[in-house]
């Protein structure tokens, strides 16, 4: 059989008629019978050169055209996202947003492992998260292919990248309008639920503006209504007391004498501190909007420690299905729903202090609060959506680690994890509390007591070497016990870590359906996320942007010095030195130490 070529492939004559062919194949493509004379080839030859010619300009047109459109985009919320089967939603809607700080892929690995070893569930039982799954997010931020906290939540607030340390300020220090404010503006009820201090960066990045996160007594301020906007959140329930009560009051770290309790208070806010107090509200159904609830002076405590003063601080999950039902009754006869920021806070601090042990508890905990909000979009009567992601990993997390120079094992071990009852954190101040009663202890009964009530009774671990309870012991502020605590127990469980600041890796995002968060399906900037939100909820967040910049009495805090990158990339500088905002912006933790990673979460 001859070999058929293609239509369209120009053919070589055999006979030196190149006229003939060129009829021939005018005549396969238009069915019609052709003249031989030049003229009707010139007319086809002039055809072909113009629809050649059309298609040509045609393609540059509609490239320079998307050239345009794109730079066009920049620095206004003008691209919006393709809805999938359901399309974009109308009428009444809620939507919860949560962030599951600090939490990257190998986060949930390390929890699941563990969890099926603890409970003896099969191999192929997973986390709630992992069947929810839809897509990644890249992180960096405008000054840092790594983003701190501040900027990953101002990307989810504003829709823009900013610069690390920013507080829902652009690289230029010009506030940009959040999604909670434009929500709040366009009368929907709204919520920020937290297990660290709410004046952290991420609640802060929601409902207030400052030029650095250290600003945590302005950010304070702003939060329960001292804001150009006045009041724009209706339910607070978290950490940080002693930013909202005056420096004359002995829980206080605030620099000044301002009692933003009392001005809470004046503005409408129920005020609750206590667990009891919590528990009152009875799920929600006996609360008052607008509410303040600060259950902890500074965060509240890991949940590995958690759960043994249950009776003090309500879990993350009890705080969720609380708020929740306090917003669905207070939004039940409005034309609006409601939108919340739910933060798993301290999966972060758990990942800077590269402590394994407290992160699965913590992640596991996020777990069953995410399955709070599944429960409740299930059974509440307006459709609404769940959309989770983290602003960041933390700590370069690996499920293995190398201990020696030779070939190492394949493994990871989860259950020295499942020895331990508390977190280095909450066994560093135990062993402090114990050297600052007993200075003049031998170093013998030292080593006895952190053998005996840390290391064994608090991570399980009997066979520590005499040179790991001695460093134990010599720690220091640059490298104190908490760090050497969490590195004894991850060698022994062989988990890695390779920093105890963030890292720049893609972080999974989650939802309640892949349909109603269609937009997300992929892998996406994190800014795409936030501009989801305000999308979903048929909001305009750059009118409240212009509205903020017009205003006169918004003050974001002392501008950052000339020597801050904001809005370009660091490179090598042939050395070493770790590069910071600088020694006067360094904060501390409530008990005065040192954060240890340059207040940067």
Same mark, same amino acid.
């Given at each position: ?26 005549? @396969? ?26 298609? &040509? ?7 320079? &055209? ?54 003896? &569930? ?89 030029? &650095? ?75 008052? @909007? ?107 997390? #690996?499920? #293995? ?16 994890? #499942? ?35 840390? @290391? ?146």
């Amino acid at each position: 059989m001859a070999r058929q070529e293609p239509l369209l492939v120009p053919r070589h004559s055999t006979d030196g008629s190149s006229i003939r062919n060129e009829e021939e194949e005018d005549a @396969l493509l238009t069915g019609q019978r052709t003249n031989r004379g030049l003229g009707r080839r010139g007319w086809t030859f002039w055809r072909e050169v113009g629809l050649f010619t059309w298609a &040509l300009v045609a393609t540059v047109a509609v490239i320079i &055209l998307s050239v345009f459109i794109q730079h066009g985009a920049v620095g206004k919320h003008d691209s919006k996202p393709a809805w999938g089967p359901n399309g974009k939603p109308t009428g009444k809607r809620n939507l919860i947003f949560m962030v599951s700080d600090g939490m990257g892929p190998t986060s949930l690995e390390m929890t699941r492992s563990w969890r099926q070893l603890v409970e003896g &569930l099969p191999v192929d039982d997973t986390l709630v998260l992992d069947r929810h799954l839809v897509g990644s997010s890249r992180t960096r931020s405008s000054s840092s292919l790594v983003t701190d906290s501040a900027a990953g939540a101002t990307a989810f607030s504003c829709g823009f990248k900013s610069y690390n340390g920013a507080i829902s300020v652009l690289p230029d220090h010009s506030p940009c309008g959040t999604v909670l404010e434009a929500a709040a503006l366009n009368g929907y009820k709204t919520g920020l639920v937290v297990t660290t201090r709410i004046t952290d960066a991420t609640p802060a990045c929601f409902a207030s503006h400052a030029n &650095l996160r250290q600003y945590e007594d302005l950010i304070a301020a702003q939060e329960v209504g001292d804001h150009p906007l006045g009041k724009t959140v209706d339910l607070i329930l978290g950490g940080g007391r002693c930013h909202f009560l005056p420096n004359t009051t002995e829980e206080s770290c605030r620099a000044d004498d301002r009692d933003l309790v009392e001005f809470a208070k004046e503005g409408g806010y129920n005020y609750i501190h206590t667990r009891d107090e919590f528990d009152a509200l009875n799920g929600g159904t006996e609360a008052k @909007l607008p509410l303040l609830g600060l259950f902890a002076k500074g965060d509240i405590p890991f949940e590995i420690d958690r759960r043994h003063v249950n009776d003090v601080y309500p879990s993350l999950e009890e705080m969720t299905r609380t708020a929740l039902k306090t917003l669905s009754e207070a939004t039940k006869d409005s034309d609006t729903g409601f939108f919340i920021m739910i933060e798993g806070s301290r999966i972060d601090h758990a990942g800077h202090g590269n402590d394994p042990a407290a992160q699965v508890h913590e992640v596991l905990a996020y777990d069953k609060a995410f399955a709070a909000v599944l429960e409740f979009l299930e059974n509440d009567s307006t459709p609404g959506v769940l959309v989770s992601t983290s602003d960041h990993e933390t700590g370069g997390l #690996a499920a #293995a680690r190398q201990l020696h120079k030779s070939y190492p094992e394949y493994l990871w071990l989860p259950s020295v994890l #499942a020895n331990a009852s508390h977190s280095s954190e909450y066994l560093h101040a135990k062993f402090n509390a114990y050297r600052n009663s007993n200075e003049k202890g031998n170093r013998a009964a030292q080593r006895t007591y952190v053998r005996e009530e840390i @290391l064994h009774k608090g991570l399980g671990i009997s066979d520590a070497t005499d040179e790991e309870v001695d460093s134990l012991i010599e720690s220091d502020a640059q490298w104190p016990a908490s760090y050497v605590l969490a590195d004894i127990i991850s060698r022994r469980a062989q988990i890695g870590w390779s920093t105890h600041g963030h890292s720049g890796v893609d972080v999974n995002i989650y939802a309640s359906s892949g349909a109603d968060a269609f937009p997300l399906v992929g892998n996406h900037e994190n800014i795409e996320v936030g501009r989801f939100l305000a999308d979903y909820l048929d909001v305009d967040v750059d009118a409240v942007t212009k509205k903020l910049q017009s205003s006169s009495n918004l003050w974001t805090g002392n501008p950052l010095g000339e020597d801050v990158r904001t809005d370009s990339l660091d490179t090598y500088h042939g050395d070493f030195k770790k590069r910071s905002i600088g020694a006067e912006n360094e904060i501390t933790h409530i008990d005065g130490r040192s954060c240890g990673c340059g207040a940067i979460h």
